[in-house]
Structure formats: C-alpha cells, structure tokens
C-alpha cells in the first residue's frame, strides 16, 4: 500500500514557481491535544507537526480550548499562543471568544503562507478561515467527510451545506487535500473534476510491539477502540458476536457520539448468550492505548469507511491482528497473515472472521501477530509522507 504522489503536484508547483519557500502554517481544527475524543483527524495532526523540526516550518494551530464532548481541556493556557513543540504553537480559544474577530486578528498576525483547514462543516474553524483569513495558498482537509458512508449520515444537512459551498465558488478559489487517491475521487464526485486536489497521507503513531496474550483454541479477547456511533458498526459486531460458538470476550472503549445508537448496542449487549462477554470500558486516554492493547488477541472495527484508522495501524504496529472492512486504507490483511477484511454490513462474514482467530492455537496465532506488526511497518513509507507535505505546503520551492 504505499502512497503514490498524483499528476496534480506537477500542475501545483508551476503555478506556484515564484514563491519563496514558506515558512509558517496555519492550521484551524476544532480540537487539539490535550482533546482526543474527536479521534483521528486530532492524532493525524499532532503525529504531522512532530514529524518537522524548527528549522523547516513553524505551525500555529487554532482550535477550541474543549474536547468534542465539551469538556474543558486541562493544563493549557486559553485565549494565547502557548508552546506545544519548539515549532509549534496552539490557541486554545474559549467558548467567550470564539469570535470572528479574535480568529481573524490572530490568523493574520502569524502571517501564515498556508492555511490548512481540516474539516469542512465547522464556520468558526473551518468555513471563517477560508473567507477571512489571509495566507498565499489556503487547503481544506476533508479528513473523510465526502466518502459516501460518511455522507449518507444526515444527508440532508450536509446536500444543503455542499450545495452552498458549490454556489459560493470556494471550490474553484482553493486547493482541496486528500490522503489518498480514492478519498481524491470523492472530492471530484462532490466537487467536480475541475477541483484541485493534492495527496498527502496520514502520518500514523507507532506503537511498541506487544507481546502474544496466552491463546487457547476455542477462547479469544477482542478490543474496540473507537468513537460510538453507526459508522464504527459496533452493533454488527454484536449481531455476529451473538451466532459465534466460541467463548469470546469483546471489551468496547470510546467516547459515545450517538446516544441514540449506543442505546440500541446496549440492548444487543443484554441478550448475549452465555458464551459471550461484553464489556463497556468508557473513555481510554491515549497514552494508555499500547498497554491496553497487550490485554487481547484481536482488534475488530468493521468501519462503514475510515479516513485513515489510527486506532487499527496502532492496533497493527502493536502486533495485534485487525479485523476491518475494506473502507479502509488496510486491504489484503489476510494474505499478510495479517487480519481479516470483511464486508461492512455482513454479519455471517464478521462471524466467521472471528471464530477463525478463535479456533487458533498459540503457535499459529504468534504467526499473525508478527505478521499485523510487519504489516504496519511494509503500509507506511515516512520518507514519502514527508515529501508529500513538503509538496503540499510548498516547502523548499524555488
């Protein structure tokens, strides 16, 4: 799976030849570190600005001062500039001055050459920079917000929103970025073909590897670490949870995002036979994820579609076996002794998939915990990636 750089640069980096190389990036998110609730867009920016060092590019990182549950962030400084790396700097703005105003003045006082805007149906961090901020390019991060599973949550809301952007023109002003070249199709599905669209994949945490849990054939411990809410499918995880014969443990950690949704896994949770145990384990802070991570077998998280999924590369690195759909970028786990894709909504597929690491004993299932660990490390080139955002922020152009 490794990251190819599109036709699109080529055509970018000519427009742009007069351009110094730029030197400061803007980026306005809703939420930041210490936040993670949101997931992964948070970690997919937190893993990009840790991977530059000061003397290539200085970021500032607009966001909220809370997590997407609203809980107010601990330990950072709100309403000013605070360092949260030797070349980055974070505005944790409170709910107060959330202002127009306020992200206006300090958008252009870091006299920014790009802004980068991850997400598209946020005003205050999203829609306001494009329209009030200045900076010589400016990109929208769609972050898997145009994939069609993520669409067809509240559909209607979100035609009425695309719809005004397309009158508005901003998809001809600005440059769209993508993390691969399917997610670069969807933009083009929504936006046309005319949109500009550059690819810059995910850069992803590493976990240290994690030692084999003790497999008995007939017994596995399964994990999901995920926001709760339909596009996760945990209650298809249930459903083929309840035909299964073996004795299956299923933990289930992250923040609920649908209440209404986590009801209904609720009530699948109450009917599950003897055999099964499922366990709701509440919020997991990341620091905790690795040594959470050595307690199970198996990592299962059929996605409707994933961006990226740091939760499975983590789960991947750490030496632990994903069963996944194919929406996402981790496709061929099976030949790679690696996990097992399935369809998303196919409940005997799910099933089967994990009454296969079930029936495993220990000797055959090291073999796939290798094989997730060496997975991760074949996926992911860092050398690339970083030639894919050097490209994207226009870095040492002449």
């Known amino acids: 799976m490794k990251l190819q750089s599109p036709p699109h640069y080529s055509l970018f980096i000519t427009h742009h030849s007069s351009f110094i190389p730029l030197t400061t990036v803007f980026i306005s998110i809703d939420w930041f570190h210490p936040a993670f609730k949101a997931g992964g867009p948070i970690q997919s920016i937190a893993n990009l600005v840790n991977r530059y060092g000061a003397a290539e590019v200085n970021f500032r990182i607009f966001c909220s001062n809370a997590d997407l549950d609203g809980t107010i962030n601990e330990g950072v400084v709100f309403d000013e500039w605070c360092n949260y790396n030797s070349h980055t700097q974070v505005w944790y703005a409170s709910k107060k001055r959330q202002s127009i105003s306020v992200l ?62 397309k009158l508005a023109g901003i998809h001809r002003r600005y440059c769209f970025h993508a993390t691969d070249a399917q997610e670069q199709d969807y933009i083009q599905q929504v936006f046309g073909k005319q949109a500009t669209v550059l690819i810059a994949g995910n850069y992803p945490g590493v976990l240290p590897f994690q030692q084999v849990v003790k497999k008995t054939p007939g017994e596995l411990r399964m994990v999901s670490i995920a926001l709760i809410s339909p596009m996760k499918n945990i209650a298809l995880v249930l459903e083929a949870l309840a035909t299964c014969k073996q004795q299956v443990m299923y933990d289930i950690y992250g923040p609920v995002k649908d209440e209404g949704y986590w009801q ?135």
């Open 104 to 165: 206006k003045r300090e958008m252009n006082k870091t006299r920014a050459d790009v802004m980068f805007v991850i997400g598209i149906y946020s005003w205050h961090f999203n829609l306001a920079p494009l329209l009030f901020g200045r900076a010589r390019i400016k990109i929208i991060s769609v972050r898997g917000m145009l994939h069609p599973g993520a669409l067809s949550q509240k559909p209607l809301k979100k035609k009425i929103y695309l719809a005004i952007w």
């Open 264 to 398: 209904q896994c609720l009530i699948k949770i109450g009917v599950m036979p003897a055999n099964i145990t499922v366990r709701c384990q509440g919020v997991l802070a990341p620091a905790k994820i690795a040594s959470t991570l050595s307690d199970y077998h198996v990592f299962i998280l059929p996605s409707r579609s994933e961006n990226f999924g740091h939760a499975i590369y983590e789960a991947l690195s750490a030496g632990r076996p994903v069963i996944t759909s194919h929406h996402t970028p981790f496709n061929g786990l099976y030949e790679q002794q690696a996990g097992r894709n399935i369809t998303a909504e196919n409940i005997p597929e799910i099933s089967r998939a994990i009454a296969f690491f079930g029936d495993m004993d220990s000797t055959s299932f090291e073999k796939w915990s290798k094989g997730a660990n060496e997975y991760s490390k074949k996926c992911i080139d860092p050398s690339q990636l970083k030639m894919q955002y050097d490209r994207l922020f226009g870095i040492n152009f002449t």
